[in-house]
């Protein structure tokens, strides 16, 4: 299909529907854990096929496991049953270790388990696009690095960060690629590291690595969503723009009226109820007021889609996520 005008389209209905990043909290519909999930591609595509039939979601978005590419790399990964991997420590600590850095082949660790899980997902789901979640270059350098030397890097050694930025995008466009020949309909590249940066540094250390990303991979049927739930997202947003994706996510620390004023017309933007304070520690009342009230701030933005700001977390009541739903359903109603 052709993702691009298919989501020019949603986004032009008078009745729209919402892309939440919403995956972890399905281990609840086909009762297991996310420590099994993460590791076996039958259970993912399990997993958002039982969520898909329950939520009249735009589409499938996989589960935002943003360890799966440094854990490639030799970063250590903490697996914590009822939690989301994470990265424990770096992997690079100087130039010549950036060097000897080497790039994985795809499908290597459990990047094979997710590409495999995606495959059998899109097989599965028949009735709406399914899009990959994978890390953003920055981000990922992020990990190998440690985030708090990435950022102190992009002064005392940037050299250094672009050996390994170089590196990690490699490895990306491969990743990807593979997602797209598996079928799939896009990614959502999640670069919440680089919403830490200036202008400026965003400019050299995350924009011209994710645009090559989404000039390798991006075409009419396949496309890259961004998403970004750093603070500086609003000051870094020419930047943002500059990587070409196809549609941009923002998370909730920024203002979606405030990102939206911010953007040409024409591109389309998705966020920003809060994951934690509203799907996972909201009431059904709380989360349909704020969902309410932000579809009523943004109503008169064509190009505005609603979501979550940032992926869902798996504790996240799915009473909430049905509320969250309902009152987009609510609200489109009476328009």
Known sequence: MNVKQWLAEKASERQKKSM?????????????????????????AKLLKAVADRTPSLAAVSPMDLSVEAECFGAPVLFEEGEIP????????????AENLRVPSVGECRTGVCI??????KQQITDRPVFAGVIGSYSLAGRLLDVTEALVYCYTDPDLLHVVLEKATDFLVEYIRAFKNAGLDGVVIAEPLAGLLSLELAEEFSEPYIRRI?????????????????DTALQIMPSILNTGAAAYHFGNAVKMIDVLKAVPSNCIVM?????????KNGTPESIRA???ALLEECASYPNFLISSGCDIPP????????AYYAAIAEFYAEK
Do not use: R
């Open 315 to 322: 504790q996240a009541k799915w009473e909430n996520i049905d």
């Open 271 to 279: 966020g920003n109820i809060d994951p934690a304070g509203e799907f």
């Open 116 to 121: 495999e899980g995606m495959k059998l997902a």
């Open 86 to 97: 994470t990265v424990t420590g770096a992997v690079v600590t100087s130039i010549e270790e």
């Open 290 to 292: 704020a969902t309410l």
């Open 214 to 230: 989404v000039e390798e991979v991006q075409s009419d049927d396949f496309i890259v969503i961004y998403h970004n739930c750093g």
């Open 20 to 44: 939440p990043i919403l995956s972890f909290p399905g281990v609840e519909l086909i009762e297991t854990t996310v420590g099994a999930l993460v590791k076996d591609a039958a259970l993912q």
